[in-house]
């Protein structure tokens, strides 16, 4: 117990270890990357042997934490938003098994992009598979809802899913912790197969325990601590807030609300204050960080039109992270005054660092390339290597998901395209394009894979990476002709050789695997710091 | 008391430590404090930057409110100039005055001087020659930080607190190496001060 200054991805995790927790289990991907780093890094969680390590991606991370819950115990399960496509087989079926010990998944939605291929709202998914959502609207709120969310999820038999944003991931403020709870032992569900065995006949008794458990879900919303209605006297107006957009409503009336406000925390959504608010007020403002989730829930959930305002009819850009600002504009507040940002001032955007082994792979590759002008492509994936889209590279043509650059290279190469050239790093080989690599080798399809091998998880700060050291015995084991699986060191120096090697697998008309290794440079000096 | 701060830089410069510092410093005045910042890709090199909220009274958004910063804090002299709609008409610019160049269009220095020129309170140094004359350039970051202490809100003892508390694990002679550099920034920052 005591007072901290926490991310609000550290209070998250503190409050999981506080909260008896057993296990986590995760993929990288930011902004959700340091709740794990946090256990990892945490002494007690190591005293008390909490699981930690990071696994191959979210779908082998969530099933395994719930094999962990089938047995008893707490675990937490932690991704970015997309990672929750990923993972989303076992996540719809987890709702229709439920859970024997507490379950809270963390979904870490990055509205505005800062570090994502898109901004969808996982609260979108939440309500597709059914089960009690949190989000809380600061660091403390965070903190409290991991804390007590264990028993939520045991005492109702169903997993969470909490969804934070980029601003709560990564903003630190005051967190209070509370005392410390035991792990759980080593139990079974008593009625474990009529749970687990989605089997049709057991699968449906299991849905439609599913849509009678929405009832105490919905009770439980109602009685939450995390959904507070604020009265207010001008009732012209009503304004329903989720999450961390309760701040920026707060941040435009520091002196307290003049319209009555109702600050939604937990899901599904809560009937009766609702009611209250659209029987009260004339009109109602949503105020939501992300998708127009709630805004159009509320049409017809109670029967009757309502006067709505938010994204929808452009009160709030439709795209984007809120702010402040936005929020203030939507409530007619008065502009205060502001320097503009001098004409002089340029883009400065991220760059593959100076010495990093991707930059000799793109510059090999475009050398190659030359003597295929229009007629190569080459599609690539989700890591520090997606800068080769950038100058002076512009070597790739795609970053779609984790994985695609295999499949769709395999995919333009049955089109007709030659030579179809894949660029993916090792953990995302890993994650993902291993099984693509599998559909290749069957069909034999004539691509180039070029595996650059960094020996770790770069941009999300240099985690392990689930293949090091074996990426040429996977290659193999999954079918690749052992004389095309070439290894090759990225550096100046060998230009020559690098090239030789992408000219000959190019021309090979089956599959060929090249794997430049060289570690990241910034994983390497945190790993060996100069000393002064 | 209430202060806004931006901090802004390029990736990898080290603007979080910086914030770490003033944020053990106001958790040791009893301050609230929300302190919102990026990571992932545009660590890269890329524009960074990290918005400070320091006061006495609970804070509610983790985002400055345009124009109500009290302080630009750049470690960076043309990334100061970028967040410039967040600063209060009568808030300060402190920043490192010489560019981080990796891009190919950067304007030319004599144009940014000149944008800083125009605002009414700045405050620029070159840190990092003062970093080198004690003796490191590692501490340039504490040399700005202290060149920013005026401005701040919180007594210079409790940054001082901060500094110890940041760099206590690295030993005793990088504590009083940062708390050199520390006072040798609050005492550039006084003499260059302008107004």
């Known amino acids: ?532 | 008391m209430k202060t806004d701060l931006i901090l802004a830089g390029v990736g990898g410069q080290g603007i979080l430590t910086i914030a770490a510092i003033i944020g053990q410093a106001a958790l040791l005045e009893g301050l609230y404090m929300k302190q919102a910042e990026v990571h992932g890709m545009s660590q890269r090199g890329g524009d960074v930057q990290s918005n400070l909220r320091l006061s006495d009274r609970p804070i509610a958004s983790d985002l400055i409110p345009r124009g109500q910063a009290e302080l630009i804090l750049a470690l960076e002299p043309m990334e100061s100039l970028r967040y410039l709609p967040f600063l209060k008409q009568d808030g300060w610019v402190v920043t490192h005055s010489q560019p981080y160049l990796n891009i190919p269009n950067y304007p030319a220095p004599e144009q940014v001087n000149e944008e800083l020129r125009k605002l009414p309170r700045t405050v620029a140094l070159d840190v990092e020659k003062i970093a080198k004359d004690l003796g490191s350039a590692q501490v340039a970051n504490t040399v700005m930080l202290g060149a920013a202490t005026p401005f701040l809100g919180i007594g210079y003892h409790r940054i001082e607190n901060g500094v110890e508390r940041i760099f206590r694990g690295k030993g005793e002679a990088i504590v009083r190496l940062n708390l050199q550099a520390l006072r040798a920034g609050a005492d550039a920052a006084q003499a260059h001060r302008n107004p």
């Open chain 1, 1 to 532: 117990m005591g007072k901290h200054l926490f991310l609000g991805d550290e209070a998250i995790a503190q409050a999981a270890i506080d909260a008896g927790l057993s296990g986590v289990y995760a993929y990288p991907g930011t902004p959700s990357t340091e709740i794990t780093e946090y256990i990892q890094n945490a002494t007690e969680a190591k005293e008390k042997n909490i699981r930690s390590k990071w696994c191959v991606n979210e779908k082998t991370a969530m099933e395994a934490a719930l094999g962990m819950c089938y047995a008893g115990k707490r675990a937490l399960c932690c991704m970015k938003h997309v990672g929750l496509n990923v993972a989303a087989d076992c996540f719809m079926n987890a709702a229709m098994s439920g859970v024997h010990g507490g379950l809270i998944i963390v979904t870490a939605d990055d509205p505005s992009m800062h570090s994502s291929q898109n901004e969808q709202d996982n609260r979108v998914l939440g309500n597709f598979a059914m089960i009690p959502m949190l989000e809380p609207s600061c660091q403390q709120e965070a903190y409290d809802m991991v804390y007590n969310g264990f028993e939520l999820s045991e005492k109702t038999g169903y997993p969470l899913l909490l969804r934070i944003t980029t601003r709560m991931a990564h903003s630190r403020a005051t967190v209070e912790t509370r005392r410390k709870k035991e792990q759980n032992r080593l139990s079974f569900p008593q009625d474990g197969k009529q749970r687990f065995i989605l089997l049709p006949g057991i699968a449906r008794q299991r849905f439609k325990a599913l849509l009678k458990a929405q009832e105490t879900f919905t009770r439980e919303s109602e009685v939450s601590p995390y959904n507070v209605y604020f009265d207010a006297p001008d009732k012209r107006l009503g304004i329903i807030t989720t999450g961390i957009a309760f701040n920026y409503l707060s941040e435009n009336y520091p002196e307290g609300f003049e319209h009555p406000v109702l600050k939604i925390g937990q899901y599904p959504l809560p009937r009766k204050p609702i009611e209250r608010l659209a029987n009260a007020c004339g009109e109602i403002l949503v105020l939501e960080e992300g998708f127009p989730v709630v805004e159009e829930q509320l049409k017809g959930f109670l029967g009757r039109g309502l006067i709505l305002h938010g994204r929808l009819d452009q009160t709030l850009p439709r795209d984007g992270e809120l702010t402040p600002d936005s929020v203030g504009r939507a409530l007619g507040k008065s502009i205060v005054a502001y320097y503009d940002v001098p004409e002089i001032v340029k883009q400065r955007p991220p760059a593959l660092c100076a010495g990093c082994g991707h930059r000799d792979v793109y510059e090999a590759l475009n050398e190659v390339l030359k003597s295929y002008p229009d007629t190569a492509k080459v599609f690539s994936d989700i890591g520090c290597y997606t800068l080769g889209a950038l100058p002076p590279f512009h070597s790739i043509e795609s970053c779609i998901d984790m994985g695609a650059s295999i499949t769709m290279a395999k995919g333009a190469a049955e089109a007709g395209v030659f030579p179809a050239i894949c660029v993916i790093g090792d953990s995302t080989f890993t994650h993902s394009g291993m099984t693509g690599l599998l559909d290749c080798v069957n069909e034999q399809t004539p691509v180039t894979i070029i595996i650059s091998d960094n020996e770790t998880t770069a941009m999300t700060g240099g985690q392990n990476s689930a293949g090091t050291g074996r990426l040429e015995s996977i290659c193999r084991g999954l079918g690749v002709a052992e004389e095309h699986v070439r290894v090759m060191i990225p550096l100046k120096k060998n230009y020559e050789e690098m090239k030789g090697i992408l000219r000959e697998e190019i021309a090979y008309k089956g599959v060929s695997v090249v794997i430049p290794r060289r570690a990241c440079i910034q994983t390497l000096k945190r790993k060996h710091p100069v000393r002064k």
